[in-house]
């Protein structure tokens, strides 16, 4: 929060003898005239939040109203509210309105030379008018709109100033008079999802034997179920208990629906310390979500995965050798 | 919401967005997935076989006699080849051959080859444990130990039994496998089982019948027992 020096704008007065004397008078009821310069001070920046933009082949807005209510058109994400800006002037006439003007402002991302840029192309401002003293706290709030134009934002810190204008009656010059005031905006694009791998898919131990004929198989529910199929001489064999997959998803949109989309590729799960060793293979590869595929109220939602894992066929029947087999495979999560 | 009045301050948005990618929020992470293969099925000897005292007389080229081990110790005296027994338990320490394995999944104890009749000669053959004397005098005659059987086991019971039996009657069978697959009973953890055996004079036939006379002593040999998923 900074508070910055004052631009006043205002007409000279003559002082003359008659003049001091009213302005004597009037001190007596005004003192801020005569002891202190119009000021303005941003108590609070305008902040519009935490927000997601899964796509920006249109234009979406957000508009954040002074009472902190949003409203989104497009397909934006509201992640985490923002807080509305504040001001205080001090040291205007007592009583009189104040009309505010701003300029346009458009946040970039906080050291990147190229971003898109998100515009705030409106403010929401109650009317103003100044107490007996000449203060007055003003809160505030906006509207930002996306470019529209295909153009991936970066997640980040967006940031920008804009010129606020602040034109009231003077009664000391019986004229209008204007105070402006570099005012700061903040947005935080957030648009990619925190996911953190609990616990990963994990067979367990198991012996395996391939033939040449028949493929035994081996699955595992997200739900931790497992089932095995062994036909002819083909062999799995469950030593330990297996685990399904944990994938958790952190600091997403409170009570969103998330997409999730599994690999449905084959995965080679192999022996590297053992090149030679038959692999095995992952596939169908299942997911259960957490509250109906809804983030929580904390923007967090659990995936659990399984997969059915096959061995291969070879020409002769092969025993896999002891260790440890690995692959890694994909899911995509999204807004 | 009141919206003040406005001044664009430079005068539109940026350019930049000339190409449209289909920005969007997808995003495809990696994760791994793993299993641990352990094939190793160990097989604990608790006892080894002991057939104990033997009266074993002399042998011939022809087919020797026998006595057959039950896995519960009892002994079965084989048919006698020719006029007097050669072979004959005369007690002692039988102790039929024991071991554990620890799992709770079916296994199956593969033996050696099942050699099919007693009156074939069996020494020489696949699956003939031959029990020499200490020392490993050639010229004393051995004993044979074949055909080994499963039994009296405890924590599993017996799923199958798999023997592949000799084509002609009265051939040896040179592959033949026995075969018991386990399955251990709910909430046990280790199965054990005995084995037991049939043993025979030698048949001196591998050898133009040199090994004749058996001498007193310890007759001793192995086989191989295996234990697999």
């Known amino acids: 929060m900074t508070a910055k020096a004052v631009k006043v704008f205002q007409k000279s007065v003559p002082i003359n003898g008659r003049a001091f004397l009213c302005l004597l008078l009037i001190s007596a009821f005004s003192p801020s005239m005569l002891n202190a310069a119009p000021e303005v001070e941003q108590l609070t920046p305008l902040n519009f939040g935490a927000i997601a933009v899964p796509d920006n082949s249109s234009v979406s807005s957000l508009t954040f109203s002074r009472s902190e209510r949003v409203e989104i058109e497009g397909s934006l994400i509201l992640v985490s509210s923002g807080v509305a800006g504040s001001l205080r002037l001090t040291g205007f006439p007592a009583n009189v309105g104040v009309e505010i003007d701003a300029d346009f402002a458009e946040l970039a991302i906080e050291g990147a030379t190229i971003s898109e840029r998100l515009a705030v192309t409106g403010y929401d401002f109650a009317d103003v008018?100044?107490?007996?003293?000449?203060?007055?706290?003003?809160?505030?709030?906006?509207?930002?709109?996306?470019?529209?134009?295909?153009?991936?934002?970066?997640?980040?810190?967006?940031?920008?100033?804009?010129?606020?204008?602040?034109?009231?009656?003077?009664?000391?010059?019986?004229?209008?008079?204007?105070?402006?005031?570099?005012?700061?905006?903040?947005?935080?694009?957030?648009?990619?999802?925190?996911?953190?791998?609990?616990?990963?898919?994990?067979?367990?131990?198991?012996?395996?034997?391939?033939?040449?004929?028949?493929?035994?198989?081996?699955?595992?529910?997200?739900?931790?179920?497992?089932?095995?199929?062994?036909?002819?001489?083909?062999?799995?064999?469950?030593?330990?208990?297996?685990?399904?997959?944990?994938?958790?998803?952190?600091?997403?949109?409170?009570?969103?629906?998330?997409?999730?989309?599994?690999?449905?590729?084959?995965?080679?799960?192999?022996?590297?310390?053992?090149?030679?060793?038959?692999?095995?293979?992952?596939?169908?590869?299942?997911?259960?979500?957490?509250?109906?595929?809804?983030?929580?109220?904390?923007?967090?939602?659990?995936?659990?995965?399984?997969?059915?894992?096959?061995?291969?066929?070879?020409?002769?029947?092969?025993?896999?050798?002891?260790g440890s087999y690995e692959g890694t495979y994909f899911i995509e999560i999204s807004y | 919401m009141k919206n003040v009045k406005m001044i664009n301050k430079i005068g539109g948005l940026g350019l930049a967005g000339v190409l449209a990618l289909g920005a969007s929020?997808?995003?495809?992470?990696?994760?791994?997935?793993?299993?641990?293969?352990?094939?190793?099925?160990?097989?604990?000897?608790?006892?080894?076989?002991?057939?104990?005292?033997?009266?074993?007389?002399?042998?011939?080229?022809?087919?020797?006699?026998?006595?057959?081990?039950?896995?519960?110790?009892?002994?079965?005296?084989?048919?006698?080849?020719?006029?007097?027994?050669?072979?004959?338990?005369?007690?002692?320490?039988?102790?039929?051959?024991?071991?554990?394995?620890?799992?709770?999944?079916?296994?199956?104890?593969?033996?050696?080859?099942?050699?099919?009749?007693?009156?074939?000669?069996?020494?020489?053959?696949?699956?003939?444990?031959?029990?020499?004397?200490?020392?490993?005098?050639?010229?004393?005659?051995?004993?044979?130990?074949?055909?080994?059987?499963?039994?009296?086991?405890?924590?599993?019971?017996?799923?199958?039994?798999?023997?592949v039996t000799p084509t002609a009657a009265g051939s040896q069978s040179t592959g033949a496998i026995r075969s018991y697959t386990l399955n251990p009973e709910f909430s046990a953890t280790e199965v054990t089982f005995n084995m037991g055996a049939e043993i025979y004079t030698d048949d001196g036939a591998g050898d133009g019948g040199a090994r004749v006379e058996y001498e007193d002593g310890t007759y001793s040999g192995t086989f191989t027992v295996t234990a697999e998923f």
Request: avoid cysteine.
């Open chain 2, 25 to 163: 929020s997808a995003m495809a992470e990696e994760f791994g997935a793993s299993a641990n293969v352990s094939s190793a099925l160990a097989i604990t000897i608790v006892n080894d076989m002991n057939f104990g005292d033997l009266f074993a007389s002399t042998a011939s080229s022809a087919a020797g006699d026998s006595l057959t081990m039950a896995p519960d110790g009892g002994f079965t005296q084989g048919p006698v080849v020719g006029t007097n027994i050669k072979l004959l338990s005369l007690g002692g320490a039988v102790q039929p051959a024991q071991g554990t394995v620890a799992t709770t999944n079916n296994f199956t104890l593969v033996l050696p080859p099942h050699v099919d009749t007693p009156n074939d000669p069996i020494n020489n053959t696949a699956g003939v444990t031959e029990l020499t004397i200490a020392g490993g005098d050639p010229a004393v005659a051995k004993l044979l130990v074949a055909n080994f059987t499963v039994g009296q086991l405890v924590g599993a019971v017996e799923e199958s039994t798999t023997v």
């Open chain 1, 129 to 322: 008018r100044t107490d007996g003293d000449g203060s007055v706290d003003i809160v505030f709030g906006g509207t930002v709109e996306t470019s529209g134009n295909g153009q991936a934002y970066e997640d980040g810190t967006y940031s920008d100033t804009a010129q606020f204008r602040f034109t009231y009656w003077n009664p000391g010059i019986g004229d209008y008079s204007v105070v402006s005031d570099q005012i700061s905006f903040g947005a935080t694009l957030s648009t990619g999802l925190n996911i953190e791998s609990v616990q990963s898919l994990n067979f367990g131990t198991i012996f395996a034997r391939t033939t040449k004929q028949d493929q035994a198989s081996m699955t595992i529910s997200p739900a931790g179920d497992l089932g095995i199929s062994n036909p002819g001489n083909s062999r799995i064999v469950s030593l330990s208990d297996p685990e399904p997959g944990l994938i958790a998803v952190v600091g997403a949109a409170p009570n969103r629906e998330l997409s999730v989309i599994a690999d449905a590729t084959d995965v080679f799960l192999e022996n590297e310390a053992e090149p030679s060793a038959p692999h095995f293979v992952l596939s169908n590869i299942t997911t259960l979500l957490s509250n109906e595929g809804r983030t929580d109220s904390d923007g967090s939602m659990e995936i659990s995965v399984g997969g059915t894992l096959t061995t291969e066929k070879t020409e002769t029947a092969i025993v896999y050798p002891d």
